[in-house]
């Protein structure tokens, strides 16, 4: 079922969003090499938990982290660990939901460890620039199908693969809800947007191939090749949309 967001609820998702982003931002200030995957989940666990919010992963379907912590050819939901132990070069994507009062909001961003190559660079570059292209014209009416095609195209253009085995999804009261927001398509295919709906765009670009090797939990490339992720929650509106997963200003927060 497809649901649109009232004002009250869109409010929530917003303190969920300032807190998701906020625990992101605290994992990358650790990341460097020679830290753990587990130790980078305890940080955003003891932030979500600090500001009064649920770690929305931990326990979803089993998974047993706060934190999806993917390095280079893992793609999504990678298991946080004391044995992964990150190295120089690698790039590691943290994907964190956190939900405040039963709202839930979705983010992900793709970090360097240490020095990486400049493939790599390129590659977190253009994973990014894919979910801008997608909220270009995007609004009321829009369809499905306008993102994903713009997200494909975007990392085409640049030699990379966009993932078609996974995508993104509505976001409110569930972490997963209606509709599947596929990452590759046709534009002014697919369903209508309608203002006051909540999706999560979450760009997975590969530098080859975009087909996975999926085995559980487990999202790898085929080839080996490495992989990133650039995730927000945003609300549909009349004229354009809004980012949910962002800080919300100082003044704002102290009245939260
Ligand atoms: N942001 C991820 C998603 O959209 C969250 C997965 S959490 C997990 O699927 F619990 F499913 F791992
Ligand atoms: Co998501």
Known sequence: MITTKNQKEIELMKIAGDITI????????????????????????????????????????????????????????????????????????????????????????TFAVGNISEEKQKLIKVTEECFWKALEGLKDGSRLGDIGAAVQKNAEKHGFGSVREMGGHGIGRHMHEDPFVPMFGTAGTGMK?????????????????????????????????????????????????????????????EQR
């Open 193 to 253: 947007l309608k203002t006051g709906m909540t999706i999560a765009i979450e760009p997975m670009i590969t530098a080859g191939t975009w087909e996975l090797r999926l085995n559980g939990w487990d999202a790898r490339t085929k080839d080996g090749r490495p992989s990133a992720h650039y995730e927000n929650t945003v609300l549909i509106k009349d004229d354009g949309v809004e980012i949910l997963t962002k800080k919300l200003e100082a003044n704002n927060f």
């Open 22 to 109: 906020r625990a992101i931002e605290e994992v990358g200030k650790h990341i460097r090499p020679g830290i753990s995957t587990k130790e980078l989940d305890k940080i955003a666990h003891d932030y979500i938990v600090s500001r009064g919010a649920k770690p929305s992963c931990l326990g979803y379907q089993g998974f047993p982290g706060t934190i999806c912590a993917s390095v280079d050819e893992v793609v999504v939901h990678g298991i946080p660990s004391d044995d992964i132990i990150l190295q120089e070069g690698q790039i590691i994507s943290i994907d964190c939901v956190a939900s405040y009062k039963g709202y839930h909001g979705d983010a992900a961003r």
